[in-house]
Every structure is written in structure tokens, then in C-alpha cells.
């Protein structure tokens, strides 16, 4: 049977591995018991101690969860040097739970899974020699992809159960009070790691800075931390922003800013007091700087603005057309900056974020997102997580939370060199086309069906054509061809959960 | 047999309440399991309801247990309120569990226990008319007193388990983001709260300031918050002092600040980077003031002050001689007023203030503590719950916790009216004399003689006699006498816990 994605999912994958298929993105109003960890009670005066390889002896054990966070990116210092002791000390079969992963972590990932200290994988997503190895079937059990919110979901509910988290931060005290906000490795907001921070039953900062006690403003406290151990770098921040920092010169990429621009401003939610979530890329600062053209002829303000927060936030910020930035991961050095002392701009949690099975998400009161695609298929599903060739390159992020948003504007070129991205039937499909409100091409947009306020809004807007999503893809069809079927094995290397914890896609091996 | 503060508890009521008896102030490292909460999922777009008769109706059932916060003390308007609602609406049996009972709420909680509303209590204290119901026996079940530490401990391990929180606070969007430091019933920290919202299943917000979404900085966030409701008032942060809030003209509580500031200059903790926490009242600000001038004129800075802070100790803050104020509670509106936008001064949560089975408690980093008592006995144990008649007529606060600091000092009249301080037997045990360093009275002080160093350094203070314990009480008999002895039924109408959750002492009922 089909699941409301339009997924065939045996059943017994899903009796395997304990899973109910995807069945609609809305939740109601179920009750959940939320799980709590097992605490060391302590007194100590300091809770620093020297060496990670003996804080690794005695405490990570063969088969145990570790987390790690990626608020560092591609600047993480953290991540290589703990797996590293950890593979040489000889401990198997972990289960490797970070909020995600990021290029400067694929070959460590890859020679602890070829090490057999790390046996099943969780994450938001990967991507190079990992993604390729993941999708050969390097792994025994499917990885389990899960969004930001998801994964707060899962740690609330005990899904995920954080045996011991290695925290890089960028300052602490001797007892683990420690924010994000000060210190060489500044990256902002703790959003992802605040989960691990609450919910392990032993959590380790890594920092390059300590400072005297007590530590304030802190985002992690003492309550919740078990060690603390000084490393000489915890990480380089400007390694944090995707490089795309600056204004995109890209025609194609201006050209589809602009229709996003012209489909918010065009839309019932474009008024006083509204909210939106942009996310990272060049495109998405031109989003940007053009909605704040817009909100300053019309005299609009926005309430907030959620999500992973750039530079170009931060300034609506500062400048008063955005009254808070609700700040679960900045981007780049510059909001990360900006977050010390601002109380406008306020750290939230995952779980805030995100997770649908709380009291409720930030994302449920979102106005207006803008998400990436790397491909949509004519339901208005969307793939951000395999390849066109079926191979893992990619990360749900959270996606799939923020689609939940009244506008969900899916931002993306018809085409990408030889490779349409609105395709018949994608490699793999992470979140579902009844979250997804518009598509948005360099050609013009196609509305999903199912919103017809939304046609009678944005279908006359001057110089914006309004295809069918099938048009759109005949149209993409036309310009590069049919793609190559992919030729997959019958095995699972990948599950990917909805953010409800429900399987809405498996991703199997692919051929060589 | 006796436990370790000397006091006889026999083993059938140790067995009928499931307790340990209290075995020293002495943790070690033991693991704890904590508890959580049931969460009903929610993605609506606001959580305010109109009527709180409906609200109680459809989330309080017989039974349960229910809590409220006491930040606003003296100047509470939510707690009657709600409780009028829940005792006409014919609940029974419920448990009360709030963070504490002030006086404005006495009657109104004897009003709920003879309409069979309320049939338990655990709380941080009570006077007034509820103190002397309950010390006459108006309940069936003993009271369980615990400290502001312990009823953290035991709301975090299950053995307060809220289903409904009632909280007030001075502003909240519709979501439930709401802070303590805005509005007219600003009350600072909500230190205490945290933990209810935190932990309860159920959580209600009551606000007379509906803000705009999202509602920042949010001490408590909208993934904990189930109802937000509209109300007049809130409170009145002008009656949150207790009124001593200005210097002190007495001259035996000038003579004892006098003295206890001598002793802290004298003891090897006045040094740079020391911390201290001095509580409420007309000659702890007594003891604040001499402090400051003692820390310019040796140019020493504390590193932080702690518990509940007056706005004595936040100007300490303003003028830089003290570097963090880490704040559960403000005890008036100056204190409130200064935290909002203040990173210095850090809002902690009862846990974090003093939990003593977390990863690490303020309590356990503190320097220097000055308490107050309404009994010292000759073994340095102190009563802060009973008065000399037997009656319940105080709290235990934070005592228990602050009193594990490495200098903790007793400030106590040897005498009040024709009553002794100190006395050959209490009424009840709230703090063992093991925690006790050091007990200052307006003719000199005592210090425990378990702590030899301090002798050797507070021996020799010029004009400052130093009598054993055993001649102090012996002083205070030769001026007031001997106290009747009083006639106590065998009934316990109320249990001290020990912080950790042993128990410390019972109080009995008493006869007329």
C-alpha cells in the first residue's frame, strides 16, 4: 500500500524497523510521554579534566549513542579529534547521532564505519565519500534521516537515546556553564546542541576557553554537564557561512529571487506583523534583499524571522524591520556575532524550532519559507537528500518543519547543467508536496492545486507566467531530456522519517 | 535510633511515608533517574482561553496535584483566585505543591482544606492562620516540607509529580512565552516557576499583559505552556519586599551585621573572586552594606552573589564589586527591575540554585552564606520552621541548601522579646549543625568546632568575644529564663525533609 506520500514501503520494512508509514502532514493533538536522562549526582568544585582518551575509557562503551553537533559547519574542530581517539581506542559499534553531518566529517565517518566503531548512523543528512559509501552500502542497517525538528522529536520521545554528547563551545567555566556567543570559535546559537545538552545521560563540552566562574549568559548550565575539557581549537567560524555570503550574480538565481519576491509581496500573508524564514545561499540573500526593499515601500514590518539566521537577518533586525530573530543555528560569523547582549535575538532550542510533538513549534506560526530543492516532482514533493545518479548528497535540514509554514515557496532552477530538477519521479522524496505551496523557476511558478486562494492571489501577477507543475517539468523534460533510470539493489541504506516520526521514503543501495 | 541531626524518628513512620532517615549532609556521587512530563502536542495558533472556571474544569480532576509560584509573595493575586475557582467548583483531595504559601494566602488554603479541596501539602514553609491549622492537625496527612533545593530534587526525580501548574506572570504572548521582567507585576526571576513549567503536565500561564508574538527573552517558552489566560491583576511587585528594605536602626541587628562582617573579613574565603549569598531583611542588607565597604577597602570583587536578591546586592552589581548575580528569586521590585537586559545578572532556575541531586548546584560554589534562625540548638542545628510554642510559622527557603556553602554564618538575637534563640532542645530541626560554621548574636559568636581552622582564624578578632555554644545558651537562659516545655500530641502533622530527601524531623501535632 501506498503511503500518503504516494511511497510503496513493504510492510515488513516497516514491521523491521518499527515504523508506521507517513500519513499526512497534520498532527492533531496526540499525547506523548516525554523520556528524562539518568544524572551523576556531583558537588565536585571543577569539573575539568585533561585527557579526552581517558574521559573516552571510561565512559563510552561498545554499543552506546554519541552525539556531536554541526553548529561549526564546515569549521568544526571538534568532530575529528574526538572520533579519532575514539577509533583508536577500539570501541565498536556505536551508534553516531549528530545533529548533522558536514563535508570536514566524511572520511573520519567513513574510517570509523570501516573500523567498526560506528555501526548505524542518524543524522539530518550527508554528503560526499560518506553519502557515496552510505549509498554503496558501506552500513549494515539503513541510516535514519531525520529533520532538525525530528530529531528533537525523537530525543523528547527517546527515539534517540544520547548515551554520551561532545559539545564543542566556544567558552565555559570550570562547572560547563557556556554559550555560543563569545570566544574564537563564535558560532551564535547552541539551537541543535541544547537538545543533546538536556537530554544525554553524560555530556562532555569541548572548549578552547575557559573563563571564570560563573559563566553568564548560559545557554548550557552546570546542571547538565558532566566534563569539561580544554582543546586548543574548537573550531573556525569562518568556515561556518556556505561561502555565499554575497549578493548572487547569478541571473538565473536573481530572476527566481525576484518571482519569490513578487509571490510573498503578492501574497494574503505579506502585511504588518508577518514572518518568514529565508535560509542559507546566495538566492536566499537576494530573497532577502529584495523582500526588504519591499517591506520598506510598503511600510511593512515583520514579527519575526526563524530558522538558520544569516547576516542579512540580522541587519532587518538592526535596521527594525524584523522585531525578533528567533535564532536556532546562524550561518555565519556575522549573526553569530550579533546574537551576545541582543535579546532580539533569541536563542531557541530544536524543540522550539521545530519539533511537531511538543506544545508547539515556531515553525506552526511561520508565514512565509523559502526552502531549496534538489529535485520536485509533479505532486510538489520534494527530494533535498539524493542525487539525480540516487546517491546521498544532501541533508533534510529542516526542511520538512519549515514546509509546514501558510506559504511554503520551494525555490529552483528548472534545470542544473544537463539535469532538470522538476522531474517525473524523483530518486528520493523527503518532504511531502501538501506542505508545498509554490514552486518557483527562473520561468515562472506553479501553484500546488490544492491551495486555490493562493491561485486567485498570485495568478496574475505582471511578468510571473503560472504553469501547472506539469508544464514545468514537460518544459524542463524538453530542455535536457529524460534522465537515466537508476538501477537500485533491493536493499534499504536509508530510511527517511517525517518529521512525526511516520517513514516517508526508503532509499535503497545503488548499483555500481 | 537516631538519625544524624540527633533526632529520634521511629521506624514505622519512616516506612509509612517511604523514607530514609536523614544520614549526614554528605552527597557522593549516586545516579538518579529523572522524570518527565506527558506532553499533549499542539501546532494551534494560540493557547489563550477565557475562563479559567473552564479551564480548571476540563484539566483538574479529584486527586491530582496542582502548584503555584510564590515569586510575588506578599503581593500574589493569582492564588486565591484560582483556588476560590477550583474549591467552588467541588474538587476534592487535591495535593498542593506550590514553590511556597505566604501569608496573603493562609486563609484561603484553610478554606480549601476544610472543603476537602486540598488534602495534602508539600511546601517550602507556612505561617499565620495555615500554620497554626495544620500544627493543630487539621489535615490527616503530615505536611512535607522541603527546601527550595529539595523540592527542585524532587520534582526532577517523580516524587512531585505536578498535573496542573498555575503560574502567574507579568506578561506572556499567546503562545506562552513570558518572562518575569516586564509589566506591572514584574517580579525578576522566575526561578522557582521554571522548574513547574518544566516539569508539570499540564502548564497554565496567568498574565494581565498579552504581548506580541514570539514574546522575548522567555524564561518560560511556548513548548512547555498548555493555557494562557487573561486576568486582571496579577500582583502587586510593591508588596514582594518584606518591607525591610531600608537600613536598619536597631541596634542589635547593627551590632550582629557588625560582627558577621568582621567574621567574613576575618575567615580565609574574603578574597578576590569570594561569593556570598546574604538573603532578606533589615540586617542582611545591614550585613550587604558593611560588606561593600569592607570589599573597597581591601579592593576584593565577589565573583557572584546568589539566592534571592535584594536590590542591595544588585547595586553591588551596578557598582562593580560584584561581578554576577545569579538570581532564583527578588526579594523587591529594585531587584526585579534591574534584571531585565542585565546578562550579569543570570536567571537560575530552583535546580541549578540548589538541586543537590543534579550534575552541580550554585550552592555547592558559594563562599560565604548568612541565614537567619528562629532556633539554634548547642549541636549548631537550626530551626527555621517552628516557633518556640511549636507552632508552624516559617519556611525553610533556601536554608538547608546555602548552608552547605564553606562559610556558613547563623545570624541570630541571643534573645527576642522573652524568648531564647538559643536553646538546649528546638521545637523542630530544619538544618543540621554539621552545615553550621559559625552562629553570630549581639554579645559574640560560636563557631563549630568541627571547623578548627576557623577558630584559629576567627579566634582572635578584636572585640569580638567567642563563646562556646553550650555559654551562649547559657547567657540567653539567664536572661529570659527557662522555656515552658510544650505538650505535642504523637501524631506528625508535618515532615522535614533534608535536601537530599531524607528525613530530617518530624512535627508533631500540638495540644491546646
Known amino acids: 500500500m501506498k503511503n500518503k506520500a504516494g511511497v510503496e514501503i513493504p510492510d515488513e520494512l516497516l514491521t523491521k524497523y518499527g515504523y508506521k508509514s507517513f500519513d499526512g502532514a497534520e498532527l492533531g493533538h496526540p499525547e506523548s510521554q516525554r523520556i528524562a536522562p539518568k544524572v551523576r549526582v556531583s558537588a565536585d568544585q571543577s569539573k575539568i579534566v585533561d585527557s579526552i582518551e581517558e574521559l573516552v575509557k571510561n565512559n563510552v562503551k561498545n554499543g552506546m549513542t554519541i552525539s556531536f553537533h554541526h553548529h561549526l559547519r564546515e569549521g568544526d574542530k571538534i ?74 522529536r525523537a530525543i523528547e520521545t527517546g527515539k534517540i537515546k544520547i548515551d554520551v554528547a561532545f559539545l564543542g563551545v566556544p567558552n565555559s567555566d570550570e562547572m560547563g556553564n557556556a554559550n555560543g556567543m563569545i570566544g574564537d570559535a563564535v558560532f551564535g546559537s547552541l539551537g541543535y546542541a541544547l537538545m543533546d545538552a538536556r537530554y544525554a545521560d553524560k555530556v562532555v563540552l569541548l572548549t578552547d576557553n575557559i573563563v571564570d566562574y560563573p559563566n553568564t549568559p548560559a545557554s548550557i548550565n552546570q546542571t547538565q554537564v558532566d566534563y569539561v575539557i580544554k582543546v586548543d581549537q574548537v573550531g573556525d567560524p569562518e568556515k561556518i557561512g556556505s561561502g555565499a555570503t554575497r549578493f548572487t550574480k ?74 525578533k530573530v528567533m535564532d536556532v543555528q546562524d550561518f555565519d560569523k556575522g549573526a553569530a556575532d550579533s546574537m551576545h547582549g541582543n535579546q532580539d535575538q533569541q536563542e531557541i532550542d530544536a524543540s522550539w524550532y521545530a519539533d511537531p510533538y511538543n506544545k508547539g513549534a515556531m515553525v506552526a506560526k511561520l508565514d512565509v519559507c523559502i526552502l531549496s530543492a534538489l529535485q520536485v516532482d509533479t505532486n510538489f514533493n520534494v527530494n533535498v537528500l539524493s542525487g539525480s545518479d540516487g546517491v546521498i548528497r544532501g541533508a533534510i535540514g529542516g526542511h520538512q518543519d519549515a514546509a509546514t509554514a501558510k506559504l511554503t515557496i520551494i525555490s529552483a532552477p528548472l534545470t542544473r547543467g544537463r539535469l532538470a530538477t ?91
Do not use: C, W
Request: no cysteine.
Open 250 to 323: 547569478d541571473p538565473k538565481e536573481l530572476k527566481i529571487a525576484q518571482i519569490i519576491n513578487e509571490v510573498i509581496t503578492h501574497s494574503p500573508y505579506f502585511k504588518e506583523g508577518f514572518s518568514f524564514q529565508t535560509g542559507s545561499g546566495g538566492a536566499a540573500l537576494a530573497v532577502t534583499r529584495y523582500l526588504r526593499q519591499s517591506m520598506l515601500d510598503h511600510g511593512i514590518k515583520a514579527s519575526f524571522a526563524l530558522g538558520g539566521i544569516t547576516k542579512s537577518t540580522t541587519d532587518l533586525l538592526a535596521e527594525g524591520l524584523v522585531k
Open 79 to 152: 568532530f575529528n579529534k574526538v572520533m579519532q581517539i575514539i577509533i583508536d581506542l577500539g570501541i565498536k559499534d556505536l551508534t553516531l547521532a549528530p545533529s548533522s553531518l558536514t563535508n570536514v566529517m566524511n572520511d573520519m565517518v567513513v574510517k570509523a564505519i570501516k573500523a567498526g566503531t560506528v555501526s548505524h548512523i542518524t543524522s539530518s543528512g550527508m554528503r560526499g565519500s560518506l553519502g557515496d559509501a552510505v549509498s554503496h552500502g558501506i552500513l549494515k542497517d539503513p541510516v535514519i534521516f531525520r529533520s532538525h525538528g525530528g530529531r528533537a
Open 422 to 512: 522538476i522531474v517525473p519521479k524523483m530518486t528520493s522524496i523527503t518532504t511531502p508536496g501538501e506542505s508545498i505551496d509554490v514552486v518557483a523557476t527562473e520561468y515562472g511558478i506553479a501553484i500546488n492545486p490544492a491551495r486555490k486562494d493562493l491561485i486567485d492571489a498570485l495568478g496574475k501577477i505582471p511578468g510571473i507566467p503560472v504553469y501547472t507543475i506539469e508544464e514545468l517539468q514537460e518544459k524542463a523534460e524538453k530542455i535536457v531530456g529524460q534522465a537515466d533510470s537508476i538501477e537500485y539493489s533491493d536493499r534499504p541504506v536509508a530510511l527517511v522519517e517525517y518529521r512525526d516520526g511516520t517513514l516517508i521514503d526508503v532509499i535503497n543501495q545503488v548499483k555500481e
